[in-house]
């Protein structure tokens, strides 16, 4: 297997490589088939298909994110969070060409969502963050561990009440990739980033209540 698409989990506050880490939830990109969803797919499709194909019609929609929580789980899981991603129908409104890099304040907002979505929906308190810029041509980006540090740090100063920790984990990871959080962590401004107008609603069956945010107007 190449090194590429091993899977690893390194500390998203230190940057140092982890083993044995157990999350309770896990944020993934909702491109199945590209992203490196790995164990979560295989556990919905253990868990019920009903529940993998509610994944998988959120994927096909224009959602920006998701919050799913299992209402009864028989693992440590307590439930996931589906992010847009380069080849999400809820990121196409971002995109300036096809081979751009990634919108930098997309993936901000979309990590700070997801932070709030694990500790105030899922009430998680260790949660999995995978790369949400999707498998093959597309690698992890380092940029975007520095959205995914800043968004984290942010989300504590807004609330310091929260005991949410958060581990990079998942294919495509590298030490490179985490290089220079430690002098970025030192730099991070206050100024904000581009708002995404967005709408919210609620889902509920049996098995899952699911937040879902939908965009409306990009400004």
Request: charged share 25%; proline share 3%; hydrophobic share 35%.
């Amino acid at each position: 297997m190449s090194d590429s698409y091993s899977y690893m989990a390194f500390e998203l506050y230190n940057y140092r490589p982890v083993e044995d880490v157990k999350y309770d939830a896990l944020l993934c990109s909702n491109q199945i088939g590209y992203a490196p969803l790995g164990s979560l797919v295989w556990y919905l499709k253990m868990r019920d298909q009903k529940t993998f194909r509610r994944v998988e019609e959120m994927a096909s929609q224009e959602v920006l994110i998701a919050g799913v929580r299992f209402k009864n789980s028989e693992t440590h899981l307590r439930g996931f969070v589906l992010s847009s991603g380069e080849r999400s129908k809820g990121y196409a409104r971002f995109v300036r060409d096809s081979y751009s890099r990634p919108y930098r304040d997309f993936y901000y907002v979309m990590h700070f969502l997801a932070y709030e979505l694990a500790d105030k929906h899922i009430s998680a308190r260790h949660l999995g963050v995978t790369h949400l810029t999707g498998g093959g041509r597309n690698p992890y980006y380092g940029s975007v561990a520095k959205c995914a540090l800043e968004a984290f740090i942010h989300y504590h100063e807004k609330f310091p009440s929260s005991v949410l920790a958060a581990t990079f984990t998942g294919c495509c990871l590298r030490e490179g990739h985490f290089s220079d959080l430690g002098e970025f962590r030192g730099k991070i401004a206050h100024e904000g980033h581009v708002e995404i107008e967005k709408k919210e609603e609620m889902v509920e069956d049996q098995d899952m209540l699911i937040r879902i945010y939908r965009p409306t107007i990009c400004r």
